[in-house]
């Protein structure tokens, strides 16, 4: 079987792909457009763009097309240059590395032709940010939008990406337990009861969740110390703020890393002010939900209920600010399987710790610069298509999915899916629903 995948084509192949095309040729424009927009999964629509991209391309160098090259602004010296259009992104889940980003290879091309800032610019295109989450309540008589300030952005790190940091954070396990970490760098607490026993890994600052034996209250402990950054962590953190996933006046400092088992949880909190608006959390393994509300319940352990469930697909990243952050608390409930969390942050100045150094090379963190016509925006921002045909075939796709999304029940969209790979199969933002003991319980 082996030497049939990988050799020449047996007749049956040859003859049924001849088979294909021949009928594909009898077939007018519209006809051909009828077969291609009749849904495909999210790998053969990118297949498919890609391959019309490369006809496209392969057309278009044949002849010069002056009014498709645009002037850009230099940051620097503020002079004009011609900047030509940029290529077509490659098949989705591609592995794109770059040299500020995850496991960059340090040269300025790849196989594919592809310079750094090219590859960059495909891969910013493609995130998908979400800012318009809105829920209602009434806090000291006023009514108010307790989720102002959260976003959502997915697509920021990709499967290779996630799967690095995975790994990074499962050997960074390893040294905590073989006792080669500080010793408040890292918890492993006996797990006495459900919901209770979570490992926490803490970078940058000591933060203590409640009052300790000695009588510190909650808080950064200014006195102890812990590990600094991980190098790939700060690559992380380069990636987020250069994205304009996170502001520059906020490059986080510190970070805490969760790791779950089934039916671990964090219990309604919102974060000290010890540490600044915003921070941000990033998912991997296993979706989950975080409820939000001024009032979450606790219904048993590991349950907790509230106005408001939020679905956090693997590798998304969870931007908290404003009402976000300080007026709605958040939990996260009874997770259905091995989650890993890291939770980056930016220490008030007032409470660094002592013997805390900040580290240069988070100082120099400059965002990506973009035309505005390729910034990602909303919902479901995609890179750029010039063809109006292939712009077609993606619109009629974009809207059988967006029917198929809104036919789905509010109850059957917020149902939390275990996710074993890392790439997030479900639909980028499902709606919003409502949070209850039933949809927490796994």
């Given at each position: 079987m082996a030497g049939d995948i990988s050799g020449k084509l047996t007749d049956s192949d040859s003859a049924g792909r001849t088979g294909t095309i021949g009928l594909l040729k009898t077939l007018n424009r519209d006809e051909l457009l009828e077969v291609l927009s009749q849904g495909f999964c999210q790998h053969c629509e990118a297949l498919l763009e890609e391959r019309i991209h490369q006809l496209l391309n392969k057309r278009g160098s044949e002849s010069t097309v002056t009014s498709d090259i645009t002037l850009i602004s230099n940051p620097v010296t503020g002079k004009q240059l011609a900047r030509t259009p940029l290529p077509p992104p490659p098949a989705a889940n591609s592995d794109i590395l770059l040299n500020d980003g995850l496991g960059g290879s340090g040269s300025t091309s790849s196989d594919n032709g592809l310079s750094?800032?090219?590859k960059e610019h495909i891969r910013f295109s493609q995130v998908v940010r979400k800012k318009d989450f809105v829920h209602m309540e009434?806090?000291?008589g006023k009514s108010m939008n307790v989720l102002k300030g959260l976003e959502l952005h997915t697509k920021v790190f990709n499967a290779e990406e996630q799967k690095k940091i995975i790994e990074c954070v499962y050997n960074l396990q390893r040294m905590g337990q073989k006792g080669q970490l500080r010793e408040?760098?890292?918890?492993?607490?006996?797990k006495w009861m459900r919901g209770k026993g979570r490992v926490t890994i803490q970078f940058g600052?000591?933060?203590n969740y409640a009052v300790d034996k000695i009588g510190n209250p909650p808080g950064i402990l200014r006195g102890e110390e812990v590990d600094p950054l991980p190098p790939l962590f700060k690559q992380m953190i380069k990636r987020m703020v250069r994205w304009h996933v996170l502001p520059t006046m906020c490059v986080p400092n510190s970070c805490i890393v969760n790791i779950y088992n089934e039916g671990d949880c964090i219990?309604?909190?919102i974060d000290h002010h010890d540490f600044l608006r915003p921070f941000c959390t990033v998912s991997f393994l296993t979706q989950c939900n975080i409820l939000f509300g001024s009032s979450l319940k606790i219904v048993s352990p590991g349950e907790f209920s509230g106005p408001v469930s939020i679905p956090l697909p693997v590798g998304s990243v969870l931007i908290l600010n404003g009402n976000g952050a300080d007026i709605a608390k958040h939990c996260v409930p009874a997770v259905p399987g091995k989650r890993i969390s890291i939770t980056f942050r930016r220490m008030d100045e007032s409470k660094l710790p002592y013997n805390f150094l900040p580290d240069p090379e988070?100082?120099?963190i400059k965002p990506f610069i973009v035309s505005p016509s390729s910034a990602p925006q909303g919902h479901h921002?995609?890179?750029v298509i010039n063809s109006s045909f292939v712009k077609a075939i993606v619109q009629q796709n974009q809207h059988r999915n967006d029917q198929a999304i809104?036919?789905?029940?509010?109850?059957?969209?917020t149902k939390t899916t275990k996710n074993d790979s890392f790439l997030c199969g479900n639909d980028d933002f499902p709606p919003l629903g409502k949070a209850s003991k039933g949809a927490s319980r796994r």
């Open positions: 750094e800032e090219q009434k806090i000291n408040r760098t890292y918890s492993e607490p006996r600052c000591c933060y219990p309604p909190h988070l100082s120099r921002q995609k890179p809104k036919d789905k029940s509010d109850q059957e969209a």
